[in-house]
């Protein structure tokens, strides 16, 4: 069989299981399975596939139509100018939090020596990204998930910040190390009853641990925030992702633990995302 017949099959089993791109997705597959990029598969349709590979094919196209994430199956998710190792114990990373990386980088674009605390780490993406770019600043990373260490350990290699990076393994409420001048977080925000409503890719595949921020949705910002504000330099910067209803709540919560609302960042679907602010 051909990579186009293979992509055609592949398609319509996805397009029966309701997959929202499954063209991209089987060009994706694809390409990972015969080590090629997508444009290869696309301006080489109809070469022929070996046996095992088109086994390997079918084989995650059967995976992808039960909902497991693109990024899971092929152990990789683009983000930023990077590529991040990822697995099922750490959140995929998403389009909208790049625009976090953009604000940083406007913010402390004539900035040297900073440094900077990730909250959450999980796989890296924010904080690597971050350090990659400004050859500068050092870097704090924890996270309650030794997994999620361990790949941001590995992310780190890859992108070569190694050396401007240290990890931790703890949570927040115990974490008193050092003193910074920035510091990020992307918790877990989402309300325990709305967990359920997460489409299938979502909430069947990612880590709950990531997801699931308690009955308001709000239990870890509120932690995040609380002990930011003792980690903090006076007029260091705290950037905190947020639920798309939860503004004015943070809001407060950033207010009463002495920080100055700088800017309300939205994302690509124009929904609220981020919150900035300066400790007073």
Same mark, same amino acid.
């Given at each position: 069989m051909n990579i186009e017949n293979a992509i055609k099959k592949a398609v319509k089993i996805l397009k029966n299981e309701n997959i929202k791109s499954p063209k991209l997705d089987s060009e994706i597959l694809m390409s990972n399975?015969?080590?090629?990029? +997508?444009?290869?598969?696309?301006? #080489?349709? %109809?070469? =022929?596939?070996?046996?095992? #590979? *088109?086994?390997?094919? #079918?084989?995650?196209?059967?995976? +992808?139509?039960?909902? %497991?994430?693109?990024?899971?199956?092929?152990?990789?998710?683009d983000f930023w100018n990077f590529e991040f190792q990822i697995d099922k114990d750490v959140l995929i990373p998403r389009p909208d939090t790049? *625009?976090?990386?953009?604000?940083?980088?406007?913010?402390?674009?004539? @900035?040297? @020596? *900073?440094?900077?605390?990730?909250?959450?780490?999980? /796989?890296?993406?924010?904080? *690597?990204?971050?350090? +990659?770019? %400004?050859?500068?600043?050092?870097?704090?990373?924890?996270? =309650? /998930?030794?997994?999620? =260490?361990? =790949?941001?350990?590995? #992310?780190?290699?890859?992108?070569?910040v190694t050396n401007r990076i240290r990890f931790f393994k703890s949570d927040v409420d115990n974490f008193n190390y050092g003193k910074y001048d920035l510091i990020i977080s992307n918790p877990p925000y989402i309300n325990s009853l709305d967990m359920k409503c997460l489409e299938r890719d979502v909430v069947n595949f990612e880590p709950n641990i990531a997801l699931n921020g308690g009955l308001d949705g709000l239990t870890n910002v509120r932690k995040v925030i609380f002990k930011s504000s003792e980690l903090i330099k006076v007029g260091g910067r705290l950037i905190v992702e947020i639920g798309f209803d939860q503004k004015q709540k943070v809001i407060e919560l950033f207010k009463k633990e002495g920080f100055y609302i700088n800017k309300v960042l939205k994302d690509y679907g124009n929904n609220d995302r981020c919150i900035i602010g300066t400790k007073l």
């Open positions: 399975v015969i080590k090629k990029d +997508r444009y290869f598969t696309i301006l #080489n349709s %109809k070469k =022929i596939i070996n046996k095992k #590979n *088109l086994y390997k094919f #079918n084989e995650l196209i059967s995976q +992808r139509s039960t909902g %497991k994430p693109i990024a899971h199956l092929i152990g990789k998710k790049e *625009l976090l990386i953009e604000e940083v980088l406007k913010i402390y674009k004539h @900035k040297n @020596k *900073l440094q900077v605390l990730d909250i959450g780490i999980g /796989s890296g993406c924010i904080l *690597l990204s971050i350090l +990659r770019e %400004k050859k500068d600043f050092t870097g704090v990373g924890i996270d =309650i /998930s030794g997994k999620c =260490i361990d =790949i941001s350990k590995i #992310n780190a290699k890859k992108i070569g």
